[in-house]
């Protein structure tokens, strides 16, 4: 079982998530659920992010390394 706690790597988890369900709806044409806003819309809405798909995936990913959310492997 995984326990994450506190609010910064709370905040961290929910970006990786988003970041990993826009690669869903990008791949496979699927939202998480018809209930709730698509990721792509969350990610527009709350990071300003503009374009289609595969550019706000590119985009929010940078920004997640630039945060040190991610790291790349060399």
Sequence with gaps: MISIQGIEKT???RKITLLDALK???ET???????IP???????????FKG???FV???FF?????????????
């Design 11 to 13: 905040k961290a988890f």
């Design 24 to 26: 869903l709806e990008i």
């Design 29 to 35: 044409g699927l939202k998480m659920s018809n209930k």
């Design 38 to 48: 698509s990721a792509y819309s969350i990610i527009k809405k709350e990071f300003g």
């Design 52 to 54: 289609n798909k595969k």
């Design 57 to 59: 995936y590119q985009q």
């Design 62 to 74: 940078f920004k997640l390394v630039q945060e040190k959310i991610l790291v790349l492997k060399k």
